[in-house]
């Protein structure tokens, strides 16, 4: 079977920094004839010159100057990969910190997710900790509607492959992940090591204790989720490029609806519309776009300043909704104080990420007891709020477009809250 029949797999890979995420991606793609031994090589040499050798497969994916020289990921990597069943393209994402809004949109547009966690030792308690990204990033999949996950156990061979230390990890993670409403009986846990290679693609002999499902073969068990093709179009703008002899080409993937060339489309919150000359995906040129399809498309007439990142693109007869005001039930997860009416944190929804007052403290409930307008909110609290964007966005009803209707509450570096939209007012 070709690529062009398997069924398509946005995958996403996340966790802590440094836990092997681009390590594993890389070996990954190598294993399944994405990277040439030729390519590898280069990558190897090029590594080793700077002292970094073991960070081989890592350059498959990492290949901005300030990401090879510091050995961490800044940007999101996309790559495509078939196995028996899927066609996948795989997200590498950025585990540090200060990249979290990166990762972020890279998880906006996955249907299932890989969660690296490094059994080394210490490793996994620091991703854990409360500073860590581990439980961060799984909730922020969680919230941004990617309800498949595996856990890669990740540096098996720092842990001598002990079983012990998997079980160790993986009932730490379990408890985690079932808080954030993961469904356990979904979720996969994989003990192997992206550098050495072990349970990537092959039973290990490293692990006689393991009887589950290497790597790959997990990931053959994700499903496909539904495809809205009936619902109206809306595609978030991930990125956008100048290809010379083409011109300006937004990127994003299609969430809702269908998009086919000659289509008039409208790029909101600016308003601007343009019809569609063709679209790509991985540098094809394809008839039409669904649910699910990362794809490039080019128009007609269309500068580079009249698209941004964080954009949504729908038809001109079906214009997706620019927010005056929203109501949201939001969670209150990690925040240092309280949360008072007029607190404008940044709220990330699709690709956007817009400045949000919290205008109207609705009412609060806390463990059970709901109250009508509180005068703050503390962690652990479920609230209704009204939400004011500081400019115009595109946020729309869950029940509509959940992709677009729930957002994540970022401030002073962490997620303070994760949140559903009800209701809006559009302008
Ligand atoms: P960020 O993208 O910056 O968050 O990091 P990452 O998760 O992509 O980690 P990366 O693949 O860059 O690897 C980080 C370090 O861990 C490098 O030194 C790797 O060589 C090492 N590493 C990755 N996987 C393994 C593994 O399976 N075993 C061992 N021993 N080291 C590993
Ligand atoms: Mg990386």
Same mark, same amino acid.
């Given at each position: 079977?070709?690529?062009?029949?398997?069924?398509?797999?946005?995958?996403?890979?996340?966790?802590?920094?440094?836990?092997?995420?681009?390590?594993?991606?890389?070996?990954?793609?190598?294993?399944?004839?994405?990277?040439?031994?030729?390519?590898?090589?280069?990558?190897?040499?090029?590594?080793?010159?700077?002292?970094?050798?073991?960070?081989?497969?890592?350059?498959?994916?990492?290949?901005?100057?300030?990401?090879?020289?510091?050995?961490?990921?800044?940007?999101?990597?996309?790559?495509?990969?078939?196995?028996?069943?899927?066609?996948?393209?795989?997200?590498?994402?950025?585990?540090?910190?200060?990249?979290?809004?990166?990762?972020?949109?890279? $998880?906006?547009?996955?249907?299932?997710?890989?969660? &690296?966690?490094?059994?080394? #030792? @210490?490793?996994?308690? =620091?991703? +854990? !900790?409360?500073?860590?990204?581990?439980?961060?990033?799984?909730?922020?999949?969680?919230?941004?509607?990617?309800?498949?996950?595996?856990?890669?156990?990740?540096?098996?061979?720092?842990?001598?492959?002990?079983?012990?230390?998997?079980?160790?990890?993986?009932?730490?993670?379990?408890?985690?992940?079932?808080?954030?409403?993961?469904?356990?009986?979904?979720?996969?846990?994989?003990?192997?090591?992206?550098?050495?290679?072990?349970?990537?693609?092959?039973?290990?002999?490293?692990?006689?204790?393991?009887?589950?499902?290497?790597?790959?073969?997990?990931?053959?068990?994700?499903?496909?989720?539904?495809?809205?093709?009936?619902?109206?179009?809306?595609?978030?703008?991930?990125?956008?490029?100048?290809?010379?002899?083409?011109?300006?080409?937004?990127?994003?993937?299609?969430? $809702?609806?269908?998009?086919?060339?000659?289509?008039? &489309?409208?790029?909101?919150? #600016? @308003?601007?519309?343009? =019809?569609? +000359? !063709?679209?790509?995906?991985?540098?094809?040129?394809?008839?039409?776009?669904?649910?699910?399809?990362?794809?490039?498309?080019?128009?007609?007439?269309?500068?580079?300043?009249?698209?941004?990142?964080?954009?949504?693109?729908?038809?001109?007869?079906?214009?997706?909704?620019?927010?005056?005001?929203?109501?949201?039930?939001?969670?209150?997860?990690?925040?240092?104080?309280?949360?008072?009416?007029?607190?404008?944190?940044?709220?990330?929804?699709?690709?956007?990420?817009?400045?949000?007052?919290?205008?109207?403290?609705?009412?609060?409930?806390?463990?059970?007891?709901?109250?009508?307008?509180?005068?703050?909110?503390?962690?652990?609290?479920?609230?209704?709020?009204?939400?004011?964007?500081?400019?115009?966005?595109?946020?729309?009803?869950?029940?509509?477009?959940?992709?677009?209707?729930?957002?994540?509450?970022?401030?002073?570096?962490?997620?303070?809250?994760?949140?559903?939209?009800?209701?809006?007012?559009?302008?």
């Amino acid at each position: 079977m070709s690529s062009k029949e398997k069924p398509h797999l946005n995958l996403v890979i996340i966790g802590h920094v440094d836990h092997g995420k681009s390590t594993m991606t890389g070996h990954l793609l190598y294993l399944c004839g994405s990277v040439s031994d030729r390519d590898l090589q280069k990558f190897e040499k090029e590594a080793e010159l700077i002292g970094r050798g073991s960070f081989k497969f890592a350059w498959v994916l990492d290949k901005l100057k300030e990401e090879r020289e510091r050995g961490v990921t800044i940007d999101l990597a996309f790559y495509k990969f078939e196995t028996k069943k899927y066609y996948y393209t795989i997200i590498d994402a950025p585990g540090h910190r200060d990249f979290v809004k990166n990762m972020i949109t890279g $998880t906006s547009q996955a249907d299932a997710a890989i969660l &690296v966690v490094s059994a080394g #030792t @210490g490793e996994f308690e =620091a991703g +854990v !900790s409360s500073t860590g990204q581990t439980r961060e990033h799984a909730l922020l999949a969680k919230t941004l509607g990617v309800d498949q996950v595996l856990v890669a156990v990740n540096k098996m061979d720092l842990a001598d492959y002990k079983q012990e230390r998997f079980e160790e990890i993986k009932n730490e993670m379990e408890r985690n992940l079932k808080l954030f409403g993961f469904d356990m009986k979904k979720v996969e846990f994989v003990p192997a090591s992206g550098m050495k290679g072990d349970n990537l693609d092959k039973k290990p002999d490293s692990m006689p204790w393991y009887t589950g499902p290497t790597l790959l073969d997990a990931l053959d068990q994700f499903e496909i989720p539904p495809k809205p093709m009936d619902k109206p179009l809306r595609l978030p703008i991930q990125d956008v490029y100048t290809i010379t002899g083409i011109g300006t080409v937004p990127v994003g993937r299609v969430e $809702t609806g269908v998009l086919k060339p000659k289509e008039e &489309v409208i790029f909101q919150p #600016t @308003g601007k519309k343009a =019809a569609v +000359v !063709s679209i790509e995906m991985h540098h094809e040129n394809i008839a039409e776009a669904i649910p699910g399809d990362n794809i490039g498309f080019n128009c007609k007439g269309l500068s580079k300043k009249d698209v941004r990142r964080g954009d949504v693109v729908g038809h001109a007869t079906k214009p997706p909704t620019i927010a005056k005001e929203f109501t949201a039930t939001v969670q209150i997860i990690r925040h240092p104080s309280a949360v008072a009416a007029g607190y404008t944190p940044v709220i990330h929804c699709g690709t956007a990420q817009v400045a949000t007052r919290f205008a109207e403290l609705k009412s609060k409930t806390t463990k059970g007891e709901t109250t009508a307008k509180p005068d703050f909110l503390k962690n652990g609290d479920g609230a209704e709020v009204l939400m004011i964007p500081t400019r115009d966005m595109v946020i729309e009803q869950y029940a509509d477009f959940p992709q677009l209707g729930r957002f994540a509450v970022r401030d002073m570096g962490q997620t303070v809250a994760v949140g559903i939209v009800k209701k809006v007012t559009p302008k």
